[in-house]
């Protein structure tokens, strides 16, 4: 092989880039940050010698990093950095890429970082100083969200422990570029809905809780022990901590289906929100529902103050909440004669989240206790059988023909204003249809919805009746459900009475 008279000093100039960097970066024994001063480490060691001999004892030794900014320039060191202080510098240089998140974010407090060989609690904090225990701070993204929950506290005094909580996970995962929820595992309980009943004690014992709360659950988990049963109230009821992640979830996916242009108006919404922030979030709620109501109404307080996009932000709360999409077996819908009934009967619908009932509006809202009401039924509901109660007869010009709701719809025409509570029996035990085949006394239509709607679109008008809709070529009447079945090409109406 010939050797062209630039292969060795090339090499040599290779060589001497890859020692230059090896001395200047890969030892650099100060940290880059505008969070922390500096990191302490204690490490054990042990003083070798005769087994028997009594100084042969461990020892802590005493290891700072500095910041650089405090360093003469060009400093640099060969110091090797311990495998501890190494994950320790990580988790700490990751925050600096908050620089790109919040561009006019300042820090009016620094921190000192102390690894200590073990904390009770894991971590502590006490006037300006975090201390993590040695096994946490080998885990460099425990480090990381510590200082950053810490952070958070200190600078932005008035942000409750959740929200601090959610933005150290919503940063966390900006930063990281994945859902990064808690402190353990990856498909972790708060990447589900399971964690939203976990109570306050069941929250404190689980492993990948945040660490905003490790110091509180240990202090409120050596209570218990003490304390008697009477004042275990509290720690049995829901506690808003564990609705934390799924906040941090749905704002990491929001943000991450955003353009970059947009992602900026994002975070800039959102360091505004973190700096006004002035309002109180409790800690646990007296029940299910009280919490479940809580939820919803943060949510929607969250899409008010950061300026989120309702249509999408919706989308990915129900999605995320109750499936994809909402599933409803029966939606009840009412006309106005039937209105004081719906309104007795709404708290009895809360207690079975398969059905819904609704009362029919201009705008076309669907009221699902569990959710409120749904702007956008569509595109954020799927409903397997509509039953619409009303007064006086049914016109294809109705508002409901327009709606791609449900494949199916009964039509009951009922103008006795207190009948509304027997047709909602008999749908919460699946029987409507059997209901009205075996009373002939009552008034009904059912209807094939894609059928009504195709007609509907492919006639310029619409007709006066449904005979001449949808082309009728002979009615036949059925004696196992005492109604008519209409003969057509288009099944739009599938029998009446």
């Given at each position: 092989?010939?050797?062209?008279?630039?292969?060795?000093?090339?090499?040599?100039?290779?060589?001497?880039?890859?020692?230059?960097?090896?001395?200047?970066?890969?030892?650099?024994?100060?940290?880059?940050?505008?969070?922390?001063?500096?990191?302490?480490?204690?490490?054990?060691?042990?003083?070798?010698?005769?087994?028997?001999?009594?100084?042969?004892?461990?020892?802590?030794?005493?290891?700072?990093?500095?910041?650089?900014?405090?360093?003469?320039?060009?400093?640099?060191?060969?110091?090797?950095?311990?495998?501890?202080?190494?994950?320790?510098?990580?988790?700490?240089?990751?925050?600096?890429?908050?620089?790109?998140?919040?561009?006019?974010?300042?820090?009016?407090?620094?921190?000192?970082?102390?690894?200590?060989?073990?904390?009770?609690?894991?971590?502590?904090?006490?006037?300006?100083?975090?201390?993590?225990?040695?096994?946490?701070?080998?885990?460099?993204?425990?480090?990381?969200?510590?200082?950053?929950?810490?952070?958070?506290?200190?600078?932005?005094?008035?942000?409750?422990?959740?929200?601090?909580?959610?933005?150290?996970?919503?940063?966390?995962?900006?930063?990281?570029?994945?859902?990064?929820?808690?402190?353990?595992?990856?498909?972790?309980?708060?990447?589900?809905?399971?964690?939203?009943?976990?109570?306050?004690?069941?929250?404190?014992?689980?492993?990948?809780?945040?660490?905003?709360?490790?110091?509180?659950?240990?202090?409120?988990?050596?209570?218990?022990?003490?304390?008697?049963?009477?004042?275990?109230?509290?720690?049995?009821?829901?506690?808003?901590?564990?609705?934390?992640?799924?906040?941090?979830?749905?704002?990491?996916?929001?943000?991450?289906?955003?353009?970059?242009?947009?992602?900026?108006?994002?975070?800039?919404?959102?360091?505004?929100?973190?700096?006004?922030?002035?309002?109180?979030?409790?800690?646990?709620?007296?029940?299910?529902?009280?919490?479940?109501?809580?939820?919803?109404?943060?949510?929607?307080?969250?899409?008010?103050?950061?300026?989120?996009?309702?249509?999408?932000?919706?989308?990915?709360?129900?999605?995320?909440?109750?499936?994809?999409?909402?599933?409803?077996?029966?939606?009840?819908?009412?006309?106005?004669?039937?209105?004081?009934?719906?309104?007795?009967?709404?708290?009895?619908?809360?207690?079975?989240?398969?059905?819904?009932?609704?009362?029919?509006?201009?705008?076309?809202?669907?009221?699902?206790?569990?959710?409120?009401?749904?702007?956008?039924?569509?595109?954020?509901?799927?409903?397997?059988?509509?039953?619409?109660?009303?007064?006086?007869?049914?016109?294809?010009?109705?508002?409901?023909?327009?709606?791609?709701?449900?494949?199916?719809?009964?039509?009951?025409?009922?103008?006795?204003?207190?009948?509304?509570?027997?047709?909602?029996?008999?749908?919460?035990?699946?029987?409507?249809?059997?209901?009205?085949?075996?009373n002939d006394d009552l008034s009904f239509i059912e209807f094939h919805m894609p059928s009504v709607q195709m007609a509907l679109r492919k006639s310029k008008k619409i007709a006066h009746s449904f005979a001449e809709q949808f082309s009728w070529q002979s009615v036949s009447y059925e004696d196992e459900t005492k109604s008519f079945r209409p003969l057509a090409p288009i099944e739009g109406v599938v029998r009446f009475r």
């Open positions: 092989m010939k050797w062209s008279w630039l292969t060795l000093p090339s090499i040599l100039c290779i060589s001497i880039i890859i020692w230059l960097l090896d001395t200047n970066l890969g030892q650099r024994d100060c940290i880059n940050s505008s969070i922390v001063k500096k990191i302490v480490t204690y490490e054990q060691w042990t003083r070798f010698s005769v087994p028997e001999d009594p100084s042969n004892l461990t020892e802590l030794s005493e290891r700072v990093i500095r910041n650089c900014a405090l360093l003469p320039a060009h400093y640099s060191s060969s110091q090797p950095l311990s495998p501890l202080q190494l994950s320790v510098r990580e988790g700490v240089e990751k925050l600096n890429g908050l620089k790109s998140i919040f561009p006019s974010m300042k820090m009016k407090k620094r921190m000192n970082v102390v690894i200590v060989p073990e904390i009770d609690a894991g971590i502590r904090w006490s006037s300006g100083e975090l201390k993590l225990s040695r096994t946490h701070a080998m885990n460099s993204r425990f480090v990381a969200k510590s200082i950053l929950s810490k952070a958070l506290q200190e600078n932005f005094p008035l942000l409750t422990t959740h929200y601090v909580n959610v933005f150290t996970d919503l940063l966390d995962s900006i930063l990281s570029n994945q859902l990064s929820i808690g402190t353990e595992r990856e498909d972790s309980i708060f990447l589900s809905g399971s964690s939203l009943r976990l109570s306050l004690s069941d929250y404190c014992r689980y492993p990948g809780k945040s660490v905003t709360y490790y110091e509180f659950c240990h202090h409120h988990l050596r209570a218990e022990e003490i304390l008697p049963e009477s004042h275990h109230q509290m720690s049995k009821q829901p506690t808003i901590w564990a609705a934390s992640g799924l906040f941090s979830k749905l704002l990491f996916n929001y943000y991450q289906n955003l353009s970059l242009s947009d992602r900026q108006n994002f975070t800039e919404n959102l360091y505004n929100y973190i700096e006004n922030f002035k309002w109180e979030v409790p800690v646990v709620l007296g029940s299910e529902q009280q919490y479940l109501d809580w939820i919803e109404r943060e949510l929607d307080r969250v899409e008010s103050e950061l300026l989120l996009d309702a249509r999408n932000w919706n989308h990915l709360v129900l999605s995320e909440m109750y499936g994809k999409p909402v599933s409803i077996e029966t939606l009840v819908m009412v006309g106005p004669s039937h209105l004081k009934s719906l309104i007795e009967l709404e708290s009895n619908s809360k207690a079975n989240p398969m059905w819904s009932m609704a009362y029919f509006t201009e705008d076309f809202k669907i009221y699902v206790p569990s959710l409120g009401y749904i702007e956008n039924p569509v595109e954020e509901v799927m409903v397997s059988q509509l039953v619409l109660v009303d007064c006086g007869a049914i016109q294809l010009s109705h508002p409901v023909f327009r709606k791609n709701i449900a494949p199916k719809m009964i039509y009951i025409n009922d103008c006795t204003p207190g009948r509304l509570a027997s047709y909602v029996d008999r749908i919460q035990q699946g029987q409507i249809k059997n209901h009205l085949y075996s």
